[in-house]
C-alpha cells in the first residue's frame, strides 16, 4: 500500500498563473480533504471531496477549486496565483463510513509564488 | 483567539526528560487529534482521543472535556523524537470531518 501520495513535490510559480496539484488516497479511502499551511502556522482547512462532489469548504476564495475522480484521486487547482498563496499544500485522506478513522496525510506538495 | 491553542510554541530538553505539550480548544468537539509532522512536511496521526487517556510507546495522550484541554506527554525524550507536535480538533470521529489545527509545538531534543 502506496499511503496517500501527492505531485509533484516542488513547484515554482509567478503571479498570476494557474497550478494543479495532484492527490492520490490511501487504498480503500473515498474521501479527499484539502490543507494549506503557511510556513510556521498549522493547516487550515480548503476543502473536502467524496463521490466526486465538493462536500465541505473553509474560508478560501472561488480561485481555489477541486475535483475529484471516480478512482478517487483529487486535483487541487488555484488560478490567479498571489505571492500569499506560497505554502505547503497537503492532501488527506479518509473513509467517510469508519468511525475512529483518522486521516492520512501525503508529503505535500511546497509552492512557491515569486 | 484562534479556536485551538497550543502551548509552548518552541520547547527544547536535553534527551532523557519528560515533556509535556498543551492544547486548550474553545469550541465544541467529538474528537482531538495529535500529530506530528517532520522537517519537509509529511504529517503522521498519533492519536485521536474523546476521552481519558491512551497510550503508545513513550508517547502518552489525555484529555479533559470539561476543561477543554488536552496535553501530550513523551516520557524518556530521545533526539529522534524532534519535531513539530500538532493539536487539531474535529466536530465528530468519523473520517471525513474537517480537522482544525493549533499553531504546533517545536519540539527539539538535545543529546
Known amino acids: 500500500d502506496a499511503g496517500v501520495t501527492q505531485s509533484p513535490t516542488h513547484l515554482i510559480k509567478t503571479r498570476g498563473q494557474q497550478v494543479t496539484l495532484r492527490c492520490s488516497p490511501k487504498?480503500?479511502?473515498?474521501?479527499v480533504s484539502w490543507y494549506q499551511q503557511a510556513l510556521g502556522q498549522g493547516p487550515q482547512f480548503i476543502f473536502q471531496?467524496?463521490?466526486?462532489?465538493?462536500?465541505q469548504r473553509g474560508n478560501f476564495p472561488d480561485r481555489f477549486s477541486g475535483h475529484q475522480f471516480p478512482n478517487y484521486s483529487s486535483e487541487l487547482n488555484v488560478n490567479a496565483l498571489l505571492l500569499g498563496d506560497s505554502a505547503l499544500y497537503l492532501c488527506?485522506?479518509?473513509?467517510?463510513?469508519?468511525?475512529?478513522?483518522?486521516?492520512?496525510f501525503g508529503p505535500g506538495t511546497r509552492l512557491t509564488v515569486l | 483567539k484562534n479556536e485551538v491553542e497550543q502551548s509552548p510554541q518552541n520547547l527544547t530538553a536535553q534527551e532523557g526528560e519528560f515533556i509535556t505539550i498543551n492544547c486548550s480548544y474553545s469550541?465544541?468537539?467529538?474528537?482531538l487529534h495529535w500529530l506530528q509532522q517532520h522537517p519537509g512536511g509529511g504529517i503522521v496521526s498519533l492519536f485521536m482521543?474523546?476521552?481519558g487517556k491512551k497510550k503508545h510507546g513513550r508517547l502518552i495522550a489525555t484529555i479533559n472535556i470539561q476543561e477543554k484541554h488536552s496535553s501530550l506527554h513523551i516520557t524518556a525524550s530521545h533526539p529522534r523524537d524532534s519535531a513539530v507536535y500538532i493539536c487539531?480538533?474535529?466536530?465528530?470521529?468519523?473520517?471525513?470531518?474537517?480537522?482544525?489545527f493549533g499553531t504546533g509545538t517545536r519540539l527539539t531534543i538535545i543529546p
Open positions: 471531496y467524496y463521490e466526486e462532489e465538493e462536500r
Open positions: 487504498s480503500g479511502h473515498d474521501t
Open positions: 469550541v465544541g468537539i467529538s474528537a
Open positions: 482521543l474523546s476521552s
Open positions: 488527506a485522506s479518509s473513509s467517510r463510513w469508519i468511525a475512529g478513522n483518522t486521516q492520512y
Open positions: 487539531a480538533v474535529s466536530g465528530s470521529n468519523f473520517g471525513n470531518e474537517k480537522l482544525t
